[in-house]
């Protein structure tokens, strides 16, 4: 039987998510005959923890779904025996980017991602802990359907069961390598307070993740467009693509990706970095490999942790570090598109290897650039006042510590990307153990 890993990383309260997400793997089970491993990777504190470990024990029983709840200790065993039997030069330190002390949303993943290869999953499908299932007619929309319809099948023979193809023909023969929608509801990135406060310095902030050069026609709308999703209109029927999957157009709490694509390539496990997690999305684009885009949107929202003094300060210093990252990111983003097909092997499967060698290049962007966007944080955060001009002493006291963990993150990834096929491979001979399990 097909196996695939639904997972829900968290590293907060979310036992009525973690209860919806178990329907969506009751769904999958029922509706295609496969087994789902549903995954719950806990970096929770002890309270939430507890109060996860007694939903996943009061989940009903359901044919075709096996549960698995890991806390981090639970996790860092599996990793430790993993790194080990890889054999990988610098255990320790690949030990620390797949479980690292800060929070990291690519780190999260990859575990996900190493786990899933371990249980024998044919595809990871991620879902987070701060969204919500879209309802039509009293029944949850669950985009598990999509995915299970797709993912891993020639795209010439999903053609069928689509809405409608926009895929180049030459790359029929392709497996479909990643399913995905966007959300609904707020803004993946809480820059709507600054929006309100001040549109000109949203506009400067914003446009930080614009490439330099575009026509400002083009740069207007991707501002105008950034981190709002799908916006709020509300699913009323299936509306599914198969195409060469815009990364613009997905979220990661809603995407799935066939093993061909995190068997090869990790995400990069920088810390306290919003947007590092949605490197696949730009690297399958760029190699070609067909996906589907659907409209089955999840809900979207902020936890209050996020709106709290501390909760505010860290996200601040996460989407700083995030504009400070897409220089790197985008040097790489770039390579991908021009190696197009070159980016993969006579099987049609990323090349590892190829991947790791943009994003070394990746590396050399000039300093000061990144120098120069830190000074527009700091100035808009200033302009802005009140809280934002306290968060701008908080940064402009770590400038320089910032400046070089953007460039060391890379330099760490390109690490994990040369020890990620020797882990997998010792993921493979392992089996976690399983938690509260409803097979």
Not at 259 to 284: E, K, M, N, Q, W
Not at 331 to 354: F, I, N, W
Request: hydrophobic share 45%; net charge neutral.
């Amino acid at each position: 039987m097909r196996r695939v890993c639904l997972t829900l990383p968290t590293d907060r309260a979310c036992a009525a998510t973690l209860r919806a997400v178990a329907e969506e793997a009751a769904y999958g089970a029922r509706h295609f005959g496969v087994e789902v491993h549903l995954l719950v990777l806990d970096s929770s504190g002890p309270a939430a923890l507890a109060a996860h470990r007694e939903a996943v024990a009061a989940l009903p029983p359901e044919p075709g779904v096996v549960v698995h709840h890991f806390d981090e200790d639970e996790q860092r065993d599996f990793l430790r025996r993993a790194v080990a039997r890889s054999g990988v030069a610098t255990p320790d330190r690949v030990l620390d980017l797949m479980l690292p002390s800060g929070v990291s949303y690519g780190a999260c993943t990859n575990r996900a991602f190493l786990i899933a290869e371990a249980l024998g999953c044919a595809s990871v499908h991620r879902r987070d802990s701060d969204s919500r299932y879209q309802y039509l007619d009293g029944k949850p929309v669950f985009p598990i359907h999509h995915e299970l319809t797709a993912l891993g099948r020639r795209a010439a023979d999903v053609a069928g069961a689509v809405s409608r193809s926009r895929l180049d023909p030459a790359l029929a023969d392709r497996q479909v390598a990643m399913v995905g929608g966007s959300f609904v509801g707020e803004m993946s990135v809480d820059v709507a307070e600054i929006r309100a406060l001040d549109p000109l310095v949203y506009d400067d902030l914003v446009g930080l993740t614009v490439p330099a050069g575009y026509p400002e026609v083009w740069r207007r709308n991707l501002v105008d467009e950034a981190f709002r999703g799908a916006g709020t209109a509300a699913f009323t029927g299936d509306l599914s693509t198969l195409t060469t999957v815009s990364p613009t157009r997905v979220d990661m709490c809603n995407v799935a990706f066939a093993r061909g694509v995190y068997g090869r390539v990790p995400l990069p496990p920088a810390t306290d970095t919003i947007g590092s997690d949605y490197f696949l999305l730009h690297l399958v684009h760029g190699a070609r490999l067909p996906g589907v885009l659907h409209n089955r949107h999840i809900v979207n929202f902020h936890t209050p942790e996020r709106r709290s003094d501390a909760g505010f300060l860290a996200y601040q210093l996460r989407l700083t570090k995030f504009l400070l990252a897409v220089p790197y990111l985008r040097a790489v983003y770039a390579g991908a598109a021009a190696a197009g097909d070159g980016l993969l092997d006579g099987d049609g499967l990323l090349r590892t290897s190829g991947v790791a060698a943009l994003v070394r290049g990746g590396t050399g962007i000039d300093p000061v650039e990144n120098g120069e966007r830190f000074d527009v944080v700091e100035r808009s955060y200033r302009k802005l006042g009140g809280r934002y001009a306290a968060a701008a002493d908080v940064l402009a006291a770590r400038r320089k510590r910032l400046l070089d963990e953007a460039r060391r993150d890379m330099a760490d990834f390109a690490l994990l990307l040369d020890a990620w096929a020797p882990l997998v491979r010792a993921g493979e001979e392992d089996s976690p153990s399983t938690k509260g399990s409803t097979a």
